[in-house]
């Protein structure tokens, strides 16, 4: 099989894999629990959240809570804040190419709670523009949640230039959905507060991840029960699945640059290749992260090729997989001022650190084979 969906998750280390197994074995206790079991595992918790927050360096700022996914940490974030500190203001802005789990917390947020969302266009590169950050402040804001790298399309925005502009002109928060930047792309993380890690991008298993917040804030818990992780995440913790997305988190930062560089020499091989063909439409923004490339096609239904591909063992995606179930049609690509055509008939290759030249040879071999015997 080749794999080049890691946009939506990637391969699990072997490595890791047989860590959480003898976590899990060996230190099953529960870590609130008042014996010599609880307060050993109670140690293996504790270094890994001091590992995730060193390795992304904000340990004297921040706090990292345990979470099941970066799905359940952008509503934790998100609904936690806003819920607590309502008295302060109800408005929230975000960006129109946000990931689900943030747009649609928003939007319950304004639906059920009464909250006034302002909605940013970004600009044709898939950008929030940090000027239409500033016109969008009001007395009343008090979260700004901003994408990091997105999902699709692989835009970076402006973070550092956003965050100065929240902090400096407002008493707002900000949040970034760093899902797709985690050892991918440099960012300002002690000037982000509220952002998350997710287990399953990183090459650590699928039911790990983190929301990482400034010291300062507090949340209202949207899990009642046993008062874990400073009493805003009620359930016991597995040790084992922290303790390895502390270990991933710890080499994505350490192995960023090295990755980098050889996922940006596949990106501009399938790039350049792309780029020659008169019936593709780019999606994906020159300057945008090297782990995710996506295309249109203007005379083949993608669908169909992509189904091609899968049965010849060549994994690649038409859509985001968190949405995908529910819909064809790429609001990312919209944003972007495509025409519903290309909006519905979007193809996405995301690399991982593990993806060779070979890879990618193969797949444009396979695309072109595929592409010259469909007739749509």
């Not at 523009?129 to 692989?154: F, H, W």
């Not at 359930?235 to 922290?242: K, M, R």
């Given at each position: 099989m080749i794999y080049l969906d890691n946009a939506a998750t990637t391969q699990p280390s072997r490595a890791l894999i047989d860590i959480y197994q003898r976590l899990e074995s060996d230190y099953f206790a529960n870590a609130n629990s008042n014996h010599l079991a609880g307060r050993n595992a109670e140690k293996y918790l504790s270094k890994a959240r001091a590992t995730i927050l060193e390795s992304l360096g904000v340990e004297m700022s921040h706090r990292a809570i345990f979470v099941s996914s970066a799905t359940e940490a952008n509503n934790l974030a998100l609904k936690g804040f806003a819920l607590k500190y309502q008295n302060r203001g109800k408005h929230i802005i975000v960006s129109?190419?946000?990931?689900?789990?943030?747009?649609?917390?928003?939007?319950?947020?304004?639906?059920?709670?009464?909250?006034?969302?302002?909605?940013?266009?970004?600009?044709?590169?898939?950008?929030?523009?940090?000027?239409?950050?500033?016109?969008?402040?009001?007395?009343?804001?008090?979260?700004?949640?901003?994408?990091?790298?997105?999902?699709?399309?692989?835009?970076?925005?402006?973070?550092?230039?956003?965050?100065?502009?929240?902090?400096?002109?407002?008493?707002?928060?900000?949040?970034?959905?760093?899902?797709?930047?985690?050892?991918?792309?440099?960012?300002?993380?002690?000037?982000?507060?509220?952002?998350?890690?997710?287990?399953?991008?990183?090459?650590?298993?699928?039911?790990?991840?983190?929301?990482?917040?400034?010291?300062?804030?507090?949340?209202?818990?949207?899990?009642?029960?046993?008062?874990?992780?400073?009493?805003?995440?009620?359930?016991?913790?597995?040790?084992?699945?922290?303790?390895?997305?502390?270990?991933?988190?710890?080499?994505?930062?350490?192995?960023?640059?090295?990755?980098?560089?050889n996922v940006t020499s596949l990106y501009s091989y399938i790039r350049s290749h792309f780029a020659k063909r008169n019936n593709v439409v780019i999606n994906s923004p020159s300057n945008g992260s090297p782990y995710i490339f996506n295309f249109s096609l203007t005379d083949k239904k993608t669908s169909v090729i992509v189904e091609a591909l899968s049965n010849e063992g060549i994994m690649v995606s038409s859509i985001s997989a968190c949405h995908q179930k529910l819909t064809t049609s790429s609001y990312v690509v919209k944003a972007l001022g495509r025409s519903e055509e290309l909006a519905n008939n979007t193809m996405r290759i995301s690399f991982d650190k593990m993806t060779k030249l070979e890879d990618i040879q193969a797949f444009i071999k396979a695309f072109e084979a595929v592409v010259a015997r469909i007739r749509t």
């Open positions: 129109n190419i946000e990931h689900p789990s943030v747009y649609e917390s928003v939007m319950q947020l304004r639906d059920q709670f009464g909250f006034e969302v302002t909605v940013l266009n970004v600009n044709h590169k898939g950008q929030v523009r940090p000027e239409d950050v500033r016109m969008a402040l009001k007395k009343t804001t008090i979260i700004v949640s901003i994408i990091a790298v997105n999902n699709e399309i692989g835009s970076i925005s402006p973070i550092k230039d956003i965050a100065d502009i929240v902090h400096q002109h407002s008493k707002a928060v900000l949040h970034v959905d760093t899902t797709q930047a985690i050892g991918k792309v440099s960012l300002p993380y002690k000037d982000i507060d509220m952002f998350c890690v997710s287990g399953h991008k990183i090459n650590a298993l699928k039911g790990s991840g983190a929301l990482v917040i400034k010291k300062t804030i507090d949340l209202l818990p949207l899990l009642s029960g046993g008062n874990q992780e400073f009493g805003l995440r009620s359930s016991t913790i597995s040790i084992a699945l922290a303790y390895t997305l502390a270990i991933a988190t710890k080499e994505a930062i350490y192995n960023q640059q090295k990755a980098t560089i």
